[in-house]
């Protein structure tokens, strides 16, 4: 046990210091490109964020372990709301732009009523034999996800650029060894990660789904709730809410859509409540630009968030 618990602290640590130099090696180039500030956020932070999710559940889904892959993805896609995004706006209110209600918040709304229809096709609409994401449907989730990208470079492209004056500018070369760098501590400490954490949750008597919603996705979280809170201590409200928008967006469409290809992916352990909780998450955002003043997430709205996710914490651990 205790050397399962040591492996799964390096593991996070690996997936941590990953993902940072992921990010900042492409934030970096993306400069040297002259994106703007939200679409930085969005695709390359948010992205290079979702990196540790992707390697999690993508070696979850090879190694046969469906659970790991679709409870790591939900799970951190509440952490990042409920918790970061609440944490964050604690600590200074985000700002929403017009953009932001129309297309962004949108696009992580449909994505997630996406999933749930094609997780539980099943159980919703009787199609199928069993509440299963295959192969095909993968497919299209990457799809999707290709045209996400492409209308997010498209319309950020023309944006002012996110760029600081004072900022130094790391050497193209640096850059893309940290980018290297970065993937090589994501893969092995994903399955540093999942191997330790499978091995604990059985020793446990605890389901791969409860570890998988919990500590795997508070702990692949991480590199986003680091990169808000920096964000927010900067002024970066933009940065931050396009993190957490475009990590959720990449979570679903790539991060499952690629995990579907590798292993067809069952939501048999996936309760209502959990789903519920998702879709619950992606709508708090506008629920919070229509009852809020000037369109911000204020720091009522993130109390707000950090009650309801504890009360699911809560639920978790009583219907253990």
């Known amino acids: 046990m205790?050397?399962?618990?040591?492996?799964?602290?390096?593991?996070?640590?690996?997936?941590?210091?990953?993902?940072?130099?992921?990010?900042?090696?492409s934030s970096s180039i993306a400069r040297r490109a002259g994106l703007s500030e939200f679409l930085i956020g969005m695709t390359i932070i948010g992205i290079g964020t979702s990196m540790p999710e992707l390697v999690v559940s993508l070696t979850g889904a090879i190694k046969g372990s469906a659970d790991i892959a679709i409870g790591n993805v939900v799970g951190s896609n509440i952490f990042n709301v409920l918790l970061i995004l609440g944490v964050t706006a604690i600590f200074r209110p985000v700002e929403m732009t017009r953009d932001n209600l129309r297309r962004d918040i949108?696009?992580?709304?449909?994505?997630?009523?996406?999933?749930?229809?094609?997780?539980m096709q099943y159980t919703l609409f009787k199609v199928g034999g069993s509440d299963t994401i295959n192969a095909y449907e993968g497919?299209?989730?990457?799809?999707?996800?290709?045209?996400?990208?492409?209308?997010?470079?498209?319309s950020g492209k023309n944006a002012d650029a996110s760029q600081e004056e004072n900022e130094p500018q790391r050497n193209l070369w640096l850059s893309i060894g940290?980018?290297?760098?970065?993937?090589?501590a994501l893969i092995y400490g994903g399955n540093l990660l999942v191997d330790s954490a499978c091995d604990?949750?059985?020793?446990?008597?605890?389901?791969?789904?409860?570890?998988?919603i919990t500590i795997l996705a508070g702990g692949t979280s991480f590199p986003e709730l680091i990169t808000c809170v920096v964000a927010a201590s900067k002024n970066k409200g933009a940065l931050a809410l396009g993190n957490i928008i475009g990590s959720n967006i990449s979570n679903i469409l790539l991060i499952l859509g690629?995990?579907?290809?590798?292993?067809?992916?069952?939501?048999?352990?996936?309760k209502a409540v959990d789903l519920g909780v998702l879709v619950f998450s992606s709508l708090v955002l506008i629920?919070?630009?229509?009852?809020?003043?000037?369109?911000?997430?204020?720091?009522?709205?993130?109390?707000?968030?950090?009650?309801?996710?504890?009360?699911?914490?809560?639920?978790?651990?009583?219907?253990?």
Do not use: H, Q
């Not at 690629?258 to 996936?270: H, R, V």
């Open 139 to 154: 497919g299209i989730f990457l799809l999707l996800f290709a045209v996400y990208m492409y209308i997010s470079l498209k």
């Open 2 to 25: 205790l050397l399962n618990i040591v492996l799964l602290l390096a593991g996070l640590v690996l997936l941590i210091l990953g993902a940072e130099w992921l990010v900042d090696g």
């Open 287 to 320: 629920i919070s630009a229509w009852t809020g003043k000037d369109k911000k997430i204020g720091r009522g709205d993130g109390v707000f968030f950090l009650l309801v996710f504890l009360s699911y914490m809560a639920y978790l651990i009583i219907n253990l």
């Open 106 to 119: 949108p696009l992580n709304i449909v994505s997630s009523i996406i999933l749930i229809c094609f997780g």
């Open 178 to 184: 940290m980018v290297l760098a970065g993937l090589c």
């Open 258 to 270: 690629a995990s579907a290809l590798a292993c067809p992916l069952s939501f048999n352990n996936i």
């Open 200 to 212: 604990i949750a059985r020793e446990l008597g605890l389901s791969e789904k409860f570890i998988a």
